[in-house]
């Protein structure tokens, strides 16, 4: 048996699988993201539970040996396995003005897993997410193209040529935290960046810097409300922008996009970030296009099962 583990700075959520060559998962569980205690507390979330979902599916938790992580980033390789150093997750990063209940610099989570699993595999989550999508969803056939999740933070998988892009510690695609401006000094990021893509548009940021959450926000901005699609037309040049940066450096084909914020918005973004892209240099955007993930809402358990093949 195989445990796939979808780690976010919202929620932890653990699925079965007996099969990764099939996108069968067998029962799923999820609670918020543990924030408190000591710094192994993620990964005895985690061990704790792999065992409820195999008590719920009358699974001998034994049987379960290999362990995929797909988690919001970045990392740090402590004595060669992984830590989370996750501006979400971990507070002592930015400190105690970012409001989170932990002074963590990094989450250890590899190791903790390795005491018990024979195999685990940890990975950035959008890398993850995109070859998931590019087993299963919407980037089948793309070597030249990337997976972009806007939620509670911003995470970007990339993939040239063929070949997955990792970097020299697993973090290569931190796009969300590239700076796009110098003078929003309200918009602080986890990680302890003012004014990057992430503490601008990423959903906790949202409802930081406008006092409401994004479901708020792009409903007022749908019904014509000045205001709101003011903020919207912000956020998606923020957005768009990055995603024109990532096209014109890496000359992209092919943009699969999913995460909370933009999944349950999605038909009203798309055309948004869309126009931030289109008519710009058209030697490096003309066939480049940006979709909806193919994996919807379940991306981020099918991206654990992807790193089990």
Same mark, same amino acid.
């Given at each position: ?28 569980? &999820?609670?918020?993201?543990?924030? &408190? ?45 992984? $830590?989370?150093? &996750? ?35 940890? $990975? ?21 193209c990337a997976y972009v999740t806007w939620s509670t933070g911003v995470g970007v ?56 959450? /994004?479901? $708020? ?53 798309? /055309?948004r970030l869309a126009a931030q892209i289109d008519g710009k240099l058209e030697a ?12 919807? $809402? ?6 654990a099962l992807a790193l089990l093949d």
């Amino acid at each position: 048996m195989r445990a796939c583990v979808d780690i976010g700075g919202t929620k932890v959520a653990v699925s079965l699988s007996a099969d990764s060559r099939s996108r069968d998962l067998i029962g799923r569980t &999820t609670e918020p993201t543990a924030k &408190t205690g000591s710094n192994d507390a993620v990964a005895q979330q985690i061990l704790r539970l792999v065992d409820q979902v195999c008590a719920a599916q009358n699974i001998d938790p034994a049987t379960v040996d290999r362990v995929g992580v797909s988690s919001a980033g970045p990392f740090v390789l402590r004595d060669g396995m992984f $830590e989370l150093a &996750t501006p979400n997750i971990c507070g002592g990063i930015a400190g105690p003005a970012r409001g989170l209940p932990n002074d963590w610099m990094t989450a250890t989570v590899e190791a903790p897993l390795k005491q018990r699993f024979a195999h685990v595999r940890v $990975e950035n989550d959008a890398v993850a997410a995109l070859e998931a999508e590019r087993k299963w969803g919407a980037l089948k056939g793309s070597d030249h193209c990337a997976y972009v999740t806007w939620s509670t933070g911003v995470g970007v998988g990339l993939c040239v040529d063929g070949r997955v892009l990792h970097g020299k510690n697993g973090n290569a695609g931190h796009a969300g935290h590239s700076f796009v401006s110098d003078d929003d000094n309200d918009a602080l990021c986890g990680c302890g960046n003012h004014g990057d893509v992430e503490a601008l548009v990423a959903g906790n940021s949202i409802a930081r810097r406008f006092d409401h959450p /994004p479901p $708020e926000l792009f409903a007022a901005a749908l019904a014509g409300e000045p205001k709101a699609l003011a903020i919207t037309d912000g956020l998606c040049r923020v957005m768009g922008r990055m995603l024109y940066n990532l096209i014109a450096t890496l000359d992209l084909e092919r943009i699969s996009l999913g995460g909370s914020v933009f999944w349950h918005n999605r038909d009203f973004l798309l /055309p948004r970030l869309a126009a931030q892209i289109d008519g710009k240099l058209e030697a490096l955007t003309q066939d480049a296009v940006l979709v909806p993930a193919g994996l919807g $809402e379940q991306v981020g358990d099918y991206a654990a099962l992807a790193l089990l093949d």
